[in-house]
């Protein structure tokens, strides 16, 4: 074994290693960025995915050929795809008070496939071909359409912030 992190002042958080690189964020950022460095060599550190101001990045998922990063930015969340380069490649948005979730990416096809949720709405998955665009609903045998008792336009999902005793926004669903 041999130590590639010694005596420094940042704090990092190992994400994963792949293609002889450790991937890994620290504290330098207050929203959330991916960087890189050879394994061999921690000088050759490199930022692959730079943070976006007022959007936390909450998640990061590695397939064999993509970096899929799931946003967060007041109102809803977001799913952003790079290469592993740092490349930007797709974004994937939702309408403002829905929530959404990764599930996977069939490499062979480049269908990334997700699920877009709410308060007042269930699961529902899709997928995304990412050299196409063409999207479209996804149903499997445990998530068949069910009916629902009151149609979605009974609801309304309102997001507003108020100022907290210390004059910070704090945004509120």
Known sequence: LKNFIENEDI????????NGRVYFSSNESNWGEIKS????????????IPQVYNHLLLNEYFTDNY????????????LMVYDYSGT????????????IDFSFLDDQTKDLYFEVYSYTMPYQNFKINLETGIHKRFYKKDSEPKPIIFTLDHFETKIITYKNKDGIEVPIT
């Open 11 to 18: 704090k990092i958080k190992f994400i994963t290693y792949k």
């Open 37 to 48: 460095f050879d394994l061999l060599n921690r000088k050759d550190e490199i930022q692959v």
């Open 67 to 78: 970096i899929i990063c799931k946003y967060k930015t007041l109102g809803k969340n977001y």
């Open 88 to 99: 930007f490649i797709k974004k994937i948005d939702v309408p403002n008070g829905n929530n």
